[in-house]
């Protein structure tokens, strides 16, 4: 029904910049909100960003407030993250999610769907 595809991963130095892309597509879909997450080797994943789709209201994680934006483009429901001042804690898979709103209401979401994730590195 939905398909979520990541790109922008890839490596980087500490304190260096790099921006993830996710698009959704399919036939018949609302979007809520859509969001980001990560997990790094031996934790377990954790929520990074997210976004409401008709005001643009968009929380953060306390760990990246600062250094990293979400954004999105309504028409291409696609999401975006801006990572700047990356460091190697931020080293992960990142999965972006799509809420479709059911049941949904403020920040209390339920992702209906996943990416596959993208991969990534911040070298020191």
């Known amino acids: 029904q939905v398909q979520l595809v990541e790109s922008g991963g890839g490596l980087v130095q500490a304190g260096g910049s790099l921006r993830l892309s996710c698009a959704a597509s399919?036939?018949?879909?609302?979007?809520?909100?859509m969001g980001w997450f990560r997990q790094a080797p031996g934790k377990e994943r954790e929520f990074v960003a997210a976004?409401?789709?008709?005001?643009?209201?968009?929380l953060y994680a306390d760990s990246v407030k600062g250094r990293f934006t979400i954004s999105r483009d309504n028409a291409k429901n696609t999401v975006y993250l801006q990572m700047n001042s990356v460091t190697p804690e931020d080293t992960a898979v990142y999965y972006c999610?799509?809420?479709?709103?059911?049941?949904?209401?403020?920040?209390?979401?339920?992702?209906?769907?996943w990416g596959q994730g993208t991969q990534v590195t911040v070298s020191s």
């Open positions: 999610a799509l809420d479709e709103g059911a049941g949904s209401t403020g920040w209390v979401l339920g992702y209906d769907y």
């Open positions: 976004i409401r789709w008709s005001g643009g209201l968009t």
């Open positions: 399919g036939r018949a879909f609302s979007t809520y909100a």
